[in-house]
């Protein structure tokens, strides 16, 4: 299989007035489809410009970006926002939920986009809600919860339409030590359950060993591109187990579901309190293994 993201001889530069920056020389990079990979580098380096590229969310100075094979360097406004819809997940540093709207809501707002009707939307987000231990939570404000919390909120949001590509930009930036470790271990353990790639860009070599590989970028070049052996593999069975690192689990944890396709809702489907109440009476199945196989839940994407 080709690699998911494939960039050739990719430049940006900005110009402000008379004045350019050049912010990507002329990066060449692939990275394969369930690959967790890191951009490292400092503040400046280029790391953000590059996500915005690979996410088809700024146009290239000079060369391409690939993704899936499509040339998203080549598309319009129009193709562009349809391929981030069918094919991109974010996880921001400051999170970007909307305010107004309920947990439940801002989880279930990519569905949405994809057409899904409101039933199957908000079954899906309240079982996506329910694997990142914040179901209980799923009538609240993003004002009403911590910073974990929504940013828990805001990972439930990436992985909730299965896009084939997840961004996090600095996602723990704004968050403590303990957060931070249990945030990082919620990312890497829904990517390898729905065998998502998962391009992370921090400037912490402590984040950068979560990953499969570390590129590392200075002044808009990679010199360095290596694999590198996480320091955290969840486990099927205890998915808060910790490999290097001590701390509780959060609180609300809760075992993985069964995946299920979205375009098979049960028949006579229940309201929204009864399909709170259909989520509790779940919870005392016995979770099944969660294959990655088939994990392409809600998509068209193959
Ligand atoms: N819209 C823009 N207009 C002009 N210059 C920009 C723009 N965006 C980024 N730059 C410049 O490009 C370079 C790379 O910026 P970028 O935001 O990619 O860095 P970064 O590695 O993400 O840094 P940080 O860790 O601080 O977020 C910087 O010199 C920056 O000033
Ligand atoms: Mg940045």
Redesign the pocket.
Known sequence: MPPIIQVRNLR?V???GSEK????NSINLEIEKGQICC?L????????????QLAGL?KPTKGKVLVGGMNISAMNERQLADFRKKNIGFVFQSYNLMAGMSALDNVAMPLMFRGIDRKTRDRLALKMLKQVGLKSRAGHKPTQMSGGQQQRVGIARAFVSKPRIIFA??PTGNLDTKTTIEVMELMVRLARRYNETLVL???DVELADYADRIVT?VD?NVVGDRMNTPKYVPTQEEPSSRKKQGGDPPAEEEPPVPEEAAEAPPAGEPSQPALLEEERQKQKEPPAPSEAAGGEGVADNG
């Not at 920056?21 to 990507?24: D, E, I, P, R, S």
């Not at 580098?41 to 915005?52: A, E, F, I, Q, V």
Request: aromatic share 4%.
């Open positions: 940006k900005y110009r402000i920056v050049v912010a990507l951009i580098g400092t503040s400046g380096s280029g790391k953000s410009t590059l996500l915005n700024e930009d600095e860009v921090t400037h970028i808009g």
